[in-house]
């Protein structure tokens, strides 16, 4: 079993920036790929990043790319969500999710989640 935990979420105006922590413990989680996703209230949850349990390779949303980087430090067993020049429509709870030597873009995929850290950007 991974368990993560979100932290670094809060509110920001339109244009500022934020990073996310995603720190698992149970399991190394170099050997699991992660996940960001996002939803906002009244909407379905949605696919914002993930990185490879290998080499670092990551994907983006085209909603964030070019604005959020997703990096990970394995010394520290925690995978980051840097967040630029965020927009208000950014606002959500953000969740990662890990995978067993694997990741992708579908929630489904995905086997251990965190508890989600509230985002909230202001115009």
């Known amino acids: 079993q991974v368990q993560l935990v979100e932290s670094g979420g809060g509110s920001v105006q339109a244009g500022g920036s934020l990073r996310l922590s995603c720190a698992a413990s149970?399991?190394?989680?170099?050997?699991?790929?992660v996940g960001w996703f996002r939803q906002a209230p009244g909407q379905e949850r949605e696919f914002v990043g993930a990185?490879?349990?290998?080499?670092?390779?990551?994907s983006y949303s085209d909603s964030v790319k070019g604005r959020f980087t997703i990096s990970r430090d394995n010394t520290k067993n925690t995978v980051y969500l840097q967040m630029l020049s965020v927009k208000p429509e950014d606002t959500a709870v953000y969740y990662c999710?890990?995978?067993?030597?694997?990741?992708?873009?579908?929630?489904?995929?995905?086997?251990?989640w965190g508890q989600g850290t509230q985002v909230t950007v202001s115009s």
């Open positions: 999710a890990a995978k067993l030597y694997g990741n992708g873009s579908r929630d489904i995929w995905y086997d251990f």
């Open positions: 149970g399991r190394t989680l170099s050997n699991y790929g």
């Open positions: 990185i490879k349990w290998t080499g670092g390779r990551t």
